[in-house]
């Protein structure tokens, strides 16, 4: 028995089980997460390692090189690359997508605690981060209003515990600030006459910090517990540690040391407005609704700050404004494509109850789906919103085929059940066959490797099962409603009078219809002479497809926007805060500008390639008012700031996390080249940069490989040091402990942990010259450091990047007024010709090259899903030919496509490709039903020329409007400027083209080419 047979036989239990259906989705629509992109598993591993004030080239040698040879063996690696810069080593390990990201974490960890025993003591210990969205933090506060000690101490026991207490909170980071620190500045001359180092102070201090259990003791009829408490108290408890015992007398610290009680040496400054503040970041745990925590941490800091009224904490950064922002936009768009489609109908049909019928798929069909989702763990998010949104227009499609042919096969006669499931069953195999090959342009993309294919597969599975959902309340719940009969005074007159209806449809396009039988018999009277003005339009198509301009993603405007500051290497904290001031200064006075945000040096927020900040740098996050540009508001700063000498200022635009995940490199070409020794490469690199210069088409060159810090290079004379038996460990202990000091133990203060750092005097190293006159001390002889070592004043590199463990420098460029693969030929041309060592090699990337990869990867899928459209076709028509006549109707969507994109202005990109690979399954729907009737009419005697004019007659409604019903659908995704129209705008503009081109080409194109096959 037919589908539609058993729902007219039992309308009641059919319109129960929608509405079960109906109450079900409405329970999980409730129940699912809202986030802004789906949960990627981005196959990307960051260790991150520091080395407190080592140089680059000792970063590589003693901490990147050993992680990467542990870690290269790892099965699955895709590229390895690492940056070494001053006290920092950033190893990073590319996966293959699709990789287990929990094995490989597995793997990696395993690794560093092998290698933690082979690393210096002086290095952190490895930190293992996972480069993706998630990673980010959701909120990031600026505390302030007290000093900055007790605002920093505030924001860490106060806002930073009651924040993790929250449900979906993983944790809270404070940065910036000052830190308290006990130092222990010991003086030189008495450590000289003493003959004792700075080791055995540190010792005897952490000796004497120590308490201890001591287990317990029975007395009376009562057991004790037995305590030995031996910390610290007070800084008088550190003056009076005991250091030495020398001819009878006891030497305390205080009579060798100061001892102070002050603030760290600082790495990093925020400031906001020009005011001093502390930083909170918030990380979301994994898979928590960054809304729902964004929610309760608002209401949390709400409480704090009416309990603190001396306390200001002001939101810099908030991802739940952003994600409420994109999904409402795509929330409204579906809302307003539903009316619209709604609308169309009513036009078509004019009246109120026959859409009402028809648009009842709509709500149906999307509930069932969140029913999938919950079932899946697919959440809300701008994708799975957006396919949603995508598939509005095509979810009343089947529902106006059954309609129709309902109408078409009543005539006068009164409508009823049987009529109602036979104009469903004769529709039931076209419409399954159109709904498959709709999705069987969709599955391709699970197939499509990259970021591409990881983002797009919710889109996908959203449009998938919203068509499935679809195809049943066509099948069966549009015939039930349409047999249903009214109980009143006229049982013949159906409740939605639709025969009365179905009188009127024909009636607006009479003349639409003459005009188009007209035209179809011209055309196919003379084939050949349509078919060649349709050939002259595919291949002007072609000519403006190469025009279209080309890019990863979308560029989206924003009014906040990124300036860093970067002064010349080695200057000191304090002159990069006055250059910061003064630029804050002027930042603030603009008209334009709402608010500034500064992080200098080391206080940045987000996990990112930390790598990448240097003690010289300072970024700015400028807030500019609606409607102002910001990129003019940073010419006319930087035409006004009297720029330092050496001094560099960078603007950027504010990236959103879509965008950061396409992020490859700052150019459209990126040229590595890749050796063993630095100095052949900055050569290298060097004649690179030149002929680059010098090809046409490169607008733009620069490089992110800089002269780095001066520094004074120590040499240790070893048959000198040897003479005494001082080694090398004995001298390079003796430099770090008398400049950097020494962390002996902790003054515990309540809950308060404070370091105690034991170094010299200010004024034993206050230059180079005071450094030379210390000694080492080596069996109750000292030796003056100044007759062990030779040194002399340079600059080493201040950043060494290796690529699969080979040092590399890289150069970008831009790209402007001509091809790429034209300049990169080129430029390759040019470095053909120079003289490369062994070892040494030049490679090409950049952002054009990962486009290049994408773009294969869907040309790919849109192959993939012509050729599984072809196979259900063919499984359909059980034909090998009429198959192929459909997928012409493939090409013809493509023109409209390209054309589309090129008079809106939208390039070619990842979003609007996906599009064309949708419309592979859209268009053909039309050709599907068109074809299906012409078989038909065949079948019922009618000759071939005959069959397709009144095939065409029959089916020029059906297509006009269902072709309508999903360009209305898709038009508020193409006209929509808020935020999250980033992911679908392109892609409903290419649709809408598309489906344009086909619905036109299809009602004239297919009936040719069938008659000429079949002539």
């Excluded at 500045?185 to 006459?193: G, I, K, P, S, T």
């Excluded at 499509?448 to 959203?462: S, Y």
């Excluded at 990124?562 to 006075?589: C, D, F, K, P, V």
Aim: with cysteine.
């Amino acid at each position: 028995m037919y589908l539609p047979q058993l729902a007219t036989k039992r309308p009641v239990a059919t319109i129960m089980i929608f509405l079960t259906i109906s109450l079900l989705g409405f329970i999980s629509m409730r129940r699912l997460s809202v986030d802004l992109l789906p949960d990627i598993s981005y196959p990307v591993i960051a260790v991150r390692t520091t080395f407190p004030n080592s140089a680059p080239e000792e970063v590589e040698n003693m901490l990147t090189r050993p992680i990467e040879e542990a870690v290269s063996a790892i099965p699955g690696i895709r590229q390895l690359t690492s940056s070494s810069s001053e006290g920092l080593s950033m190893v990073t390990i590319e996966f293959a997508w699709g990789s287990d990201m929990d094995y490989a974490l597995l793997h990696v960890r395993e690794k560093l605690d092998r290698l933690r025993h082979l690393l210096p003591a002086d290095a952190g210990r490895a930190t293992i981060i996972s480069l993706d969205p998630s990673s980010e933090p959701i909120i990031v506060l600026a505390v302030s209003g007290r000093d900055l000690y007790l605002t920093r101490q505030f924001a860490q026991d106060v806002v930073k515990r009651r924040l993790e207490q929250i449900d979906g909170v993983a944790m809270v980071a404070v940065t910036g600030g000052a830190e308290r620190e006990i130092r222990v500045e010991v003086d030189d001359q008495a450590l000289d006459a003493l003959n004792i180092g700075m080791e055995q102070i540190a010792r005897a201090l952490e000796l004497s910090n120590y308490s201890f259990p001591g287990g317990t003791v029975c007395q009376g009829q009562h057991r004790y517990s037995l305590r030995t408490l031996g910390e610290f108290t007070s800084l008088r408890d550190i003056e009076s540690v005991i250091i030495l015992h020398a001819n009878g007398s006891q030497i305390t610290l205080g009579q060798i040391a100061a001892v102070k009680d002050g603030e760290k040496e600082r790495s990093g400054v925020n400031r906001l407005n020009g005011i001093e503040a502390v930083g909170l970041q918030i990380f979301k745990g994994a898979g928590a609704n960054t809304v729902a925590v964004a929610r309760d941490v608002d209401a949390a800091i709400g409480q704090i700050q009416a309990e603190y009224a001396d306390i200001m904490m002001t939101e810099i950064h908030n991802q739940a404004h952003f994600i409420s922002l994109a999904i409402d936009n795509v929330v409204q768009a579906i809302v307003s494509g539903s009316i619209l489609a709604i609308f169309v109908l009513l036009i078509f049909l004019r009246g109120i109850r026959l859409p009402l019928v028809i648009g009842v798929s709509i709500p149906v069909s999307l509930l069932a789906t969140f029913v999938l989702f919950l079932r899946f763990d697919v959440h809300f998010n701008i994708m799975s919103l957006g396919g949603l949104a995508l598939g509005i227009g095509l979810l009343v499609d089947n529902s106006i085929i059954v309609l129709e042919n309902i109408f078409r096969l009543q005539g006068n006669d009164p409508l009823d059940g049987a009529v109602a499931s036979q104009g469903a069953a004769e529709v039931t195999a076209p419409l399954c066959a159109s709904t498959l090959t709709t999705i069987a342009a969709f599955l391709p993309i699970v197939f499509i490797r990259g970021i591409a294919g990881q983002l797009f597969r919710d889109q996908a599975f959203a449009v998938t099962c919203s068509l499935l959902a679809s195809l049943p309340t066509a099948l069966t719940l549009i015939p039930v409603l349409a047999s249903c009969r009214s109980k009143g005074r006229r049982p013949q007159r159906a409740c939605f009078h639709l025969l009365q209806r179905a009188k009127k449809l024909s009636h607006p396009f009479h003349s639409t219809l003459r005009v188009y039988e007209n035209l179809l018999n011209r055309a196919l009277a003379r084939p050949a002479r349509w078919l060649l003005c349709v050939g002259i339009i595919f291949l002007s198509t072609i000519i403006a497809f190469q025009a279209l301009q080309r890019e990863l993603m979308p560029r989206v405007a924003s009014q906040e926007m990124m300036i860093n500051l970067t002064l010349a290497r080695g200057t000191q904290m304090e002159r990069l805060i006055a250059a910061s001031e003064q630029l804050e200064t002027m930042l603030l006075a603009d008209s334009t500008v709402v608010s500034v945000f500064a992080q200098l040096a080391r206080a940045r927020y987000g996990i990112e390639m930390a790598s990448d900040i240097k003690m010289e740098s300072a970024r700015f996050r400028v807030r500019c008012r609606e409607k102002s540009d910001p990129h003019q508001t940073f010419a006319r700063i930087e035409r006004q700031w009297r720029r330092p000498p050496g001094a560099e200022l960078m603007y950027s635009q504010v990236e959103s996390s879509i965008g950061r995940l396409f992020h490859v490199s700052d150019g459209d070409l990126c040229i590595s080249v890749t050796g063993p020794d630095l100095k052949t490469l900055q050569t290298l690199l060097c004649t690179v940069r030149n002929h680059a210069d010098s090809v046409k088409g490169i607008s733009e060159v620069w490089t992110t490989a800089s002269e780095g810090a001066p520094e004074i290079r120590i040499r240790i004379d070893r048959q000198e040091a040897a003479r005494f038996g001082i080694t090398a460990h004995h001298i390079a202990h003796a430099i770090h402990n008398t400049v950097q000091g020494l962390t002996a133990t902790q003054f515990n203060e309540f809950d308060q942990q404070t370091d105690i750092v034991v170094r010299a005097a200010s004024s034993s190293r206050a230059t180079w010259n005071d450094l030379l006159n210390i000694h080492i001390a080596v069996d109750s002889l000292l030796f003056p450091l100044r007759s062990l070592v030779d040194f002399d004043i340079g600059r080493g590199p201040s950043k060494i990047d290796r690529h699969n463990q080979v040092r590399c420098l890289e150069i970008y460029a831009n790209i402007k007024g001509r091809p790429l693969q034209q300049v990169i030929a080129d430029l390759q041309h040019r470095c053909s010709k120079m003289a490369m060592p062994p070892g040494y090699e030049i490679r090409y990337g950049g952002v054009n090259e990962a486009m290049k990869q994408s773009f294969r990867e869907l040309a790919f899928a849109l192959i993939l899903a012509v050729i599984l459209i072809y196979m259900i076709l063919a499984a359909q028509f059980e034909s090998i030919r009429h198959p192929l006549l459909i997928i012409l109707s493939v090409p013809m969507a493509l023109i409209g496509a390209v054309w589309a994109l090129l008079i809106t202005g939208t390039s070619l990109n990842i979003l609007s490709f996906i599009g064309m690979v949708a419309l592979a399954g859209i268009a053909v729907n039309d050709a599907i039903i068109k074809v299906s009737f012409i078989q038909q009419r065949r079948q019922e005697g009618l000759d071939l020329k005959s069959a397709l004019i009144d095939a065409g007659r029959m089916r020029v409604r059906p297509i006009i409007m269902t072709s309508a019903t999903t360009i209305f659908g898709l038009l508020p995704l193409a006209l929509s400027v808020g935020p999250g129209s980033l992911m679908a705008k392109p892609l409903a503009i290419a649709i809408i083209g598309g489906l344009l081109s086909s619905t036109i080409l299809t009602l004239l194109v297919i009936p040719i080419l069938y008659y000429i096959m079949e002539k």
